[in-house]
C-alpha cells in the first residue's frame, strides 16, 4: 500500500511542479527542497481565513505558520512517519472517505431509485392500495366457549349499531380491541395484498370504497371493516424524491460503491485489489482538482504534523515531570494567583475519631500518595468509612473549604448523606508552591518554549526561500 501512496503523492508533486511552471500558478516558496506552487498557499490560507476565524492573519503573517508547518512536515517524511502501518492505515481510511463517494453518478442512484420502485410495485400486485378502518374484539388464545361467544355478541351489537347509522370513527375509538388504529378511528392507513392475515384480506380487498364488512372472523377475533379508498400505485416520478432520500439515509451509495469495486476487481481477474483501484482514483482526481488534490494532501500532511509534534513536543513534555519541575524553578515569579487557593482535602465522615485519623493517615506523605493511602486505610473493604476530595480549591470551588479555610460568612453546606462530619485538611497558599500546583500551566508554557526551539532548529537545518513578488499576487490574479 504504501508503494501506491508515494507513487500518488511523486505523481501530485509531479504535476504539481509541472503546473507550477506555469504563469498561471507560479512557485511561491520553497521549503526544504520542495517547491509551493501558489496554489497551494492560497487554498491554506483562504480555508484558514475564513470570515468566521476570529484571529484572521494578513498573507504575511500568514507565510511564517506556512513555512513553519511545511518544516515540520518534512522532519515526519524524514523520520519516515508515512511509512508506519498506523498512520497509511488512517490515512488511508480518511482519504477514502473522500474518494469512493466519486465513484457513484446521479445515474447509479436514479438506477437503484428505480430498483426500488420495481421491487415495490411488484409486490403491491395488480390489485393496488387500500386504505381501510376496523372495529376488532379480540378472542384469545384458549378462549372459553363463553369467552368466544361474548365476543360474537359484542361485535353483533356493534353491527347493528352501524346499520343503524352510528358514526364508524367515534364506535372504534369507543369499543375497538386494537389501541393502535382505534386512536384513529379505526384506520389502518394504506396496506397492499400480504400485509395483512388472509382472512382480513380476503375481506378487504372484495370491498369497494363506502363499502362495509358484516362481521367475520379471523385468527385475532372478530372484525368489521369500512373501506375508505382504493388505488393503483403511483408513477415512478411521484415517489422519485422520496425513494432518493430513502436511498441516502440507508447509505446506498456506500453500498453501490461497494459493488462497483467488487465488479472491478472480479474484471481484472483479480489482478488489482480495491486498494489499487482507490489509490488510481484518488491519483486521477488529484489531477484534475486542485480542491480535491489540496484537501488529500492537506490531510496527509495534517496527520504527520501531529505524530512528529506528539513525538516531538506534546507527549515528550507531558511525560517528563524532571522537565516540568525544572521550569517550573526557572520560572517561576511568573506564575502567580489573583487570591490564595487552598491544597488539600475535603473529607466527610460518619465518626469523629476518623477526622483525626484521616489527618494522622497522611500527615507525613506527598500530596500525591493521600488518594491511595486513604483508600487502603479506611476504604478497603465493601464498607466505605470516608468520602474525600482532594484538589487545590479557590474561592468559590467548595463550600466547606470557603467555610473553613476562607472565613466566608453565612455559608450553607449540604452535608452528605450517610457522612455528617465534614472537616478539611491542607494549607492555604498565597502563591504556587510546586509545579504540581500549576501543572496545566507549566506543561502549557514548557510545550510552547520547547516548539520555539524545535522551530528555530528546523529553520536552521532547512533551506527557505519566499518569492516576494508572487506573494504580493496572492487573491489578486485572474
Not at 507527549?315 to 506564575?335: C, R, S
Request: with cysteine.
Amino acid at each position: 500500500m504504501i508503494k501506491q501512496i508515494v507513487a500518488a503523492l511523486l505523481a501530485v508533486f509531479s504535476y504539481t511542479a509541472l503546473f507550477a511552471q506555469s504563469n498561471a500558478d507560479p512557485i511561491i516558496m520553497t521549503v526544504a527542497g520542495v517547491d509551493v506552487p501558489r496554489s497551494e498557499f492560497e487554498y491554506s490560507y483562504n480555508k484558514n481565513n475564513t470570515d468566521g476565524v476570529i484571529d484572521k492573519k494578513t498573507v504575511e503573517e500568514y507565510v511564517e505558520l506556512f513555512v513553519n508547518y511545511k518544516l515540520k512536515v518534512q522532519a515526519a517524511l524524514d523520520a519516515r512517519l508515512d511509512t508506519t502501518t498506523a498512520f497509511r492505515q488512517e490515512f488511508a481510511q480518511y482519504r477514502d472517505q473522500q474518494i469512493r463517494p466519486t465513484f457513484v453518478t446521479d445515474d447509479d442512484m436514479l438506477a437503484e431509485a428505480h430498483k426500488v420502485y420495481d421491487q415495490t410495485l411488484e409486490s403491491i400486485g395488480p390489485d393496488g392500495l387500500v386504505m381501510a378502518g376496523h372495529i376488532l374484539m379480540l378472542i384469545p388464545q384458549k378462549a372459553t366457549d363463553a369467552q368466544q361467544q361474548e365476543a360474537k355478541r359484542r361485535i353483533d351489537s356493534v353491527y347493528t349499531a352501524l346499520q343503524a347509522g352510528a358514526d364508524f370513527e367515534t364506535l372504534a375509538k369507543q369499543v375497538s380491541q386494537d389501541p393502535g388504529s382505534a386512536r384513529r378511528g379505526g384506520m389502518l392507513g394504506w396496506f397492499a395484498r400480504k400485509q395483512m392475515v388472509k382472512e382480513f384480506e380476503d375481506v378487504a380487498f372484495a370491498l369497494q370504497p363506502g363499502e362495509m364488512s358484516k362481521p367475520f372472523l379471523s385468527p385475532y377475533g372478530w372484525h368489521i371493516i369500512l373501506m375508505k379508498e382504493r388505488k393503483q400505485f403511483e408513477p415512478f416520478e411521484f415517489h422519485k424524491d422520496n425513494i432518493l432520500r430513502y436511498l441516502e439515509q440507508r447509505n446506498a451509495r456506500e453500498a453501490i460503491t461497494e459493488q462497483k469495486l467488487n465488479a472491478m476487481v472480479e474484471a481484472s481477474d483479480k489482478t488489482v485489489t480495491k486498494e489499487d483501484l482507490l489509490d488510481q482514483r484518488a491519483d486521477s482526481l488529484s489531477a484534475v482538482d486542485p480542491e480535491m488534490r489540496y484537501l488529500i494532501k492537506e490531510y496527509h500532511d495534517g496527520l504527520l504534523l501531529y505524530e512528529i509534534s506528539n513525538n516531538t513536543i506534546w507527549e515528550k513534555a507531558a511525560n517528563d515531570e524532571q522537565a516540568l519541575e525544572n521550569f517550573f524553578k526557572k520560572h517561576k515569579k511568573q506564575y502567580k494567583w489573583d487570591e490564595p487557593r487552598f491544597k488539600g482535602m475535603v473529607y466527610h465522615v460518619k465518626d469523629q475519631a476518623d477526622v483525626k485519623a484521616v489527618v494522622k493517615c497522611v500527615k507525613k506523605l506527598k500530596f500525591d500518595e493521600w488518594n491511595e493511602a486513604l483508600r487502603n486505610t479506611f476504604n478497603k473493604d465493601s464498607v466505605i468509612r470516608i468520602r474525600a476530595e482532594k484538589g487545590i480549591f479557590k474561592k468559590g470551588d467548595n463550600k466547606v473549604v470557603d467555610r473553613e479555610k476562607f472565613k466566608v460568612a453565612n455559608v450553607q453546606v449540604d452535608s452528605v448523606k450517610g457522612y455528617p462530619i465534614d472537616a478539611v485538611y491542607g494549607k492555604l497558599l498565597k502563591k504556587p508552591q510546586d509545579y504540581t500546583d500549576v501543572r496545566a500551566l507549566v506543561l502549557t508554557d514548557l510545550q510552547d518554549e520547547m516548539e520555539r526551539q524545535w522551530v528555530a532548529d528546523l529553520r536552521r537545518k532547512y533551506a527557505v526561500t519566499v518569492n516576494e513578488e508572487i506573494l504580493k499576487t496572492i487573491n489578486k490574479h485572474e
